[in-house]
T-cell receptor, first 109, second 117 residues
Framework: GQNIDQPTEMTATEGAIVQINCTYQTSGFNGLFWYQQHAGEAPTFLSYNVLDGLEEKGRFSSFLSRSKGYSYLLLKELQMKDSASYLCAVKDSNYQLIWGAGTKLIIKP | GAVVSQHPSRVICKSGTSVKIECRSLDFQATTMFWYRQFPKKSLMLMATSNEGSKATYEQGVEKDKFLINHASLTLSTLTVTSAHPEDSSFYIC?????????????FGPGTRLTVL
């Protein structure tokens, strides 16, 4: 079967750095996406990785290792507004998007 | 760019009525739109994939006659929940794809919260 694993919940301190991991087992791979979703709102696109390595976008970076079936989202200089759920999604060989259950990130002052 | 709107944002209806939700891509043409539902504290569940000018492809377990999807143009798709019941209460979200930005990224509408009394 196809599976995306990410931690259910994480807690971090304002101003700190947090890394949210995502591991996947899918039939084929055509890219990995990270989305941010605030409570009661729709997801917003954060990043896309299709090649191995690190993609940096301001305070957010995303890393991919296809051989390990692994990605992480790194958030630096955490702000209270970063409290949200972070969804990892993988596009499989049929170009279907397989979603993880999301990681709820709680930021404390 | 890549803005998707959804209307209404919130709807409350009586059991047995039908509700139509619109999804529009405002600044791009979307050949494919997706409809999701999401229960509280759960991940997104894909209901159907909608291609302009053709019938929607429904995921297993999603009733076609219950959730009618019409993709009338490259910028508009509608989801109609027919004869809604309380168990249909959920957060419905649409998304649309554009090749801009690479990777066939899905951009999401703001969602519609449906409450069936």
């Amino acid at each position: 079967g196809q599976n995306i694993d990410q931690p259910t919940e994480m807690t971090a301190t304002e101003g700190a750095i947090v890394q949210i991991n995502c591991t996947y087992q899918t039939s084929g791979f055509n890219g990995l996406f990270w989305y941010q979703q605030h409570a009661g709102e729709a997801p917003t696109f954060l990043s896309y990785n299709v090649l191995d390595g690190l993609e940096e976008k301001g305070r957010f970076s995303s890393f991919l290792s296809r051989s390990k079936g692994y990605s992480y989202l790194l958030l630096k200089e955490l702000q209270m507004k970063d409290s949200a759920s972070y969804l990892c999604a993988v596009k499989d060989s049929n170009y279907q998007l397989i979603w993880g259950a999301g990681t709820k990130l709680i930021i404390k002052p | 760019g890549a803005v998707v709107s959804q209307h209404p944002s919130r709807v409350i209806c009586k059991s047995g009525t039908s509700v139509k939700i619109e999804c529009r891509s405002l600044d791009f043409q979307a050949t494919t739109m997706f409809w999701y539902r999401q229960f509280p504290k759960k991940s997104l569940m894909l209901m159907a994939t909608s291609n302009e000018g053709s019938k929607a492809t429904y995921e297993q377990g999603v009733e076609k006659d219950k959730f009618l999807i019409n993709h009338a143009s490259l910028t508009l798709s509608t989801l109609t929940v027919t004869s809604a019941h309380p168990e249909d209460s959920s957060f419905y979200i649409c998304s649309a794809t554009t090749l801009a930005g690479g990777g066939d990224t899905q951009y999401f509408g703001p969602g519609t919260r449906l409450t069936v009394l």
